[in-house]
């Protein structure tokens, strides 16, 4: 059996009760983590160019409002992520739009965000040792959005299938150039959703998608991918839960600046506060997966004029800002904040340094690479050396075969960094986290509801919102209507 066909029959039929309780308590959590990342891009000044351009986020379309709902919440790197994929653009935003549109209840809403979760989550995953990861993946939202969508309106797999075979037919392949340097980023999830909605009403109508179309020779995984994985695709269907592996952001900023913002602010509250010119050099040590993000990045960031999508990847601003305000916020991406000559003084002396114990760390954690190296073992050796050099090939494979398979209960995302301050009266201060605030890790386990209640008042929503998500679950279809629309007034 084609493995899309197995998964699609598997989704389809997936209901509220065969979801266990932690699982759709996380995923409440993560709905409440995107509408506050899809308020903050619609107060940005790019989003509210793109809401003048295609509407607002909830309007009569409910395939333009999944659209707009997911190029909302991606380009400021406030999207969650898990193994693999940054998954809330199309995995949240299409559920919402479609349990709005058709009234569905809180328990209906929950159940096609998991779905979308696993199907999105296991195709990336299958792919993830290729040459596009992270945001730059984006035929994790072709998956996303159709099986958000079609879960909504209760499809059969039938349709699942070839809906999904058809809008993996013409996978989108963004280019860096575009990603890096101009507004292009806003179309990052938007483009793929919209190549979905597409491939939903081809099917709807017995339009046929190849069933074969991720592990054929002459299919997606062969272009998209260096180590395919197919068996990625359908592994531990009901047991092994990817929703289990989100890490949901607290910040903007992209997946290496994270632990480094934190430990930024935290010395910010150490030290008190702190003028650029008392800062004499800011010392990052972090994994190679923050150092290659930062050179991705580094060639175009050159001050207040930079471009978004370079900034959110640029650890030294962010660290600055931390530094010197206590956090980072979505306004400090644009101006006036973004024009500070004394947070770009003390960007100029931050210095990344590369520390072979947090790569060893990010390798051994499930997310994003680590369970990929587990399954492809030798055969990642040459992805590995292309990515990490031949120098860290062997210590990748070997962390990442340290672990034993099994679920994703107990599942990080080591993404570490250690930030330290010299001051030019001598004094020096040092911060460390393995683990992000937030990110996948026994903290976030324990405590994801609070954290993103307070991340959605952070960014402006309701506190009564906030507290109702705890409920989501159980909400009848009116309370949920209600709930939706206050959460993005």
């Known amino acids: 059996m084609p493995v899309l066909k197995e998964l699609s029959h598997w989704a389809a039929w997936l209901r509220p009760e065969d979801i266990p309780a932690r699982v759709r308590s996380l995923a409440a959590?993560?709905?409440l983590s995107q509408l506050a990342s899809i308020r903050a891009g619609a107060e940005h000044p790019l989003g509210r160019r793109m809401v003048e351009a295609f509407g607002p986020p909830l309007q009569h379309d409910a395939r333009l409002s999944a659209c707009v709902l997911s190029g909302l919440g991606s380009f400021l790197n406030l999207d969650d992520t898990a193994y693999a994929g940054h998954l809330s653009n199309s995995t949240v935003a299409v559920p919402l739009a479609y349990a709005y549109d058709r009234r569905l209840d809180g328990a209906a809403l929950v159940a096609a965000v998991v779905a979308a979760n696993e199907c999105a989550a296991r195709i990336t995953a299958a792919a993830t040792l290729?040459?596009?990861?992270?945001?730059s993946a984006v035929h994790t939202h072709l998956a996303g959005a159709v099986c958000g969508r079609l879960h909504c309106e209760g499809a059969d797999d039938v349709v699942w299938t070839s809906a999904v075979g058809l809008a993996f037919a013409m996978p989108n392949w963004p280019l860096m150039r575009a990603f890096l340097a101009s507004d292009a980023r806003l179309f990052n999830s938007f483009t793929p959703v919209r190549t979905?909605?597409?491939a939903c009403d081809a099917a709807r109508v017995g339009l046929r998608g190849a069933p074969d179309i991720l592990e054929h020779p002459d299919g997606f995984l062969d272009r998209?991918?260096?180590?395919?994985?197919?068996?990625?695709?359908?592994?531990?269907?009901?047991?092994?839960?990817?929703?289990?592996?989100?890490?949901?952001?607290?910040?903007?900023?992209?997946?290496?600046?994270?632990?480094?913002?934190?430990?930024?602010?935290?010395?910010?509250?150490?030290?008190?506060?702190i003028r650029p010119d008392e800062i004499a050099e800011v010392v990052v040590e972090a994994s190679l997966y923050t150092l290659f993000a930062g050179r991705k990045a580094a060639s175009y960031v050159a001050g207040p004029g930079s471009p978004l999508g370079a900034l959110v990847l640029h650890t030294p601003y962010p660290v600055a800002t931390a530094l010197?305000?206590?956090?980072?916020?979505?306004?400090?991406?644009?101006?006036?904040?973004?024009?500070?000559?004394?947070?770009?003084?003390?960007?100029?002396r931050v210095r990344l340094v590369h520390d072979p114990e947090f790569t060893r760390a990010l390798f051994a954690s499930e997310a994003p690479f680590g369970e990929a190296l587990r399954q492809a073992g030798d055969a990642a050796e040459p992805w590995l050396r292309e990515f990490a050099g031949e120098a860290e090939a062997k210590l990748a494979v070997d962390?990442?075969?340290?672990?034993?398979p099994g679920d994703f209960s107990a599942s990080t995302k080591a993404t570490g960094a250690r930030v330290?301050?010299?001051?030019?009266?001598?004094?020096?201060?040092?911060?460390?986290?393995?683990v992000p605030l937030a990110a996948a890790g026994p903290h976030t386990r324990a405590n994801h509801a609070e954290l993103m209640r307070e991340k959605f008042v952070e960014f402006g929503g309701d506190k009564d919102v906030a507290a109702a998500a705890d409920r989501l679950d159980g909400m009848a279809a009116d309370e949920l209507q209600e709930w939706i629309s206050a959460a993005l007034r």
């Open 224 to 273: 998209f991918s260096n180590v395919p994985l197919p068996d990625a695709v359908n592994a531990g269907l009901g047991e092994r839960w990817h929703t289990e592996t989100l890490s949901f952001k607290m910040h903007p900023g992209g997946p290496g600046v994270d632990a480094a913002v934190d430990c930024a602010a935290d010395l910010r509250r150490q030290l008190g506060p």
């Open 324 to 348: 010197l305000t206590g956090g980072l916020t979505v306004n400090d991406f644009s101006a006036p904040l973004l024009n500070d000559r004394g947070r770009w003084q003390v960007a100029e």
């Open 29 to 31: 959590s993560q709905v």
């Open 196 to 198: 979905a909605m597409d």
């Open 130 to 135: 290729g040459p596009l990861r992270g945001h």
């Open 399 to 404: 962390a990442a075969n340290s672990r034993q």
């Open 420 to 434: 330290t301050v010299r001051l030019t009266d001598g004094r020096t201060a040092s911060r460390e986290r393995l």
